[in-house]
């Protein structure tokens, strides 16, 4: 055998090798669903929650009696966090549900449509969520359980190139 031949083979076993040997497997890093959750049953990110999707885990029911309602998004004209007076009084309305619900936490997350540069809708989407939070401060719900969050123009509730749907992004919503 040649010295040529013998040390292709002997670069080909070290190829077959190194690629034989297994990696440890990647852990992606823990999700709000890895963390313990209140109420009976398992704790969410538990064996039993494995290998369910994120929509199939049920919020446990609110303790019998205890005050419920939906909290509603508010909508913005283009390019601006103005709050309109419909704005207004929806954010009364879902004031009224805070407080009424001890103020709990809620991320209110500031939206844009798609027209303009990613930069420039994060920081108009961040506007639109600190106008909201403040309002809402102003009617009485804890400033400190309200915290605010920009989206921009990355979560639209739909792709339509027309004002109809565009209207529907430039929103800010509350969630609990």
């Known amino acids: 055998m040649s010295i040529a ?20 497997p990647v852990t992606p890093p823990p999700s709000a669903l890895d963390q313990p959750g209140q109420g009976s049953g398992p ?3 538990s064996l039993a929650d494995r290998d369910r999707r994120p929509e199939d885990l049920v919020k446990p029911d609110p303790a019998p009696g205890a005050p419920t309602c939906a909290l509603k998004p508010v909508y913005f004209g283009f390019n601006q966090s103005v709050l309109s007076e419909e704005t207004r009084s929806t954010l ?3 004031a ?7 103020s709990p936490p809620v991320i209110i997350n500031g939206n844009c449509d798609e027209r303009g540069t990613s930069e420039y809708n994060l920081v108009l989407g961040l506007k639109r969520a600190e106008r909201t939070r403040q309002y809402l401060a102003d009617m009485g719900v804890s400033l400190s359980s309200l915290t605010v969050n920009t989206l921009g123009k990355e979560a639209p509730v739909c792709t339509e190139a027309n ?3 565009w209207s529907r992004c430039r929103r800010a919503d509350l969630v609990r």
């Open 163 to 165: 004002e109809a749907c």
């Open 92 to 94: 009364r309305d879902n």
């Open 5 to 24: 031949t013998a040390s292709r083979l002997t670069i080909a076993v070290l190829i077959v090798v190194g690629c034989a040997t297994s990696k440890p």
């Open 43 to 45: 704790a969410t990110g």
């Open 96 to 102: 009224s549900c805070l407080v009424k619900l001890g």
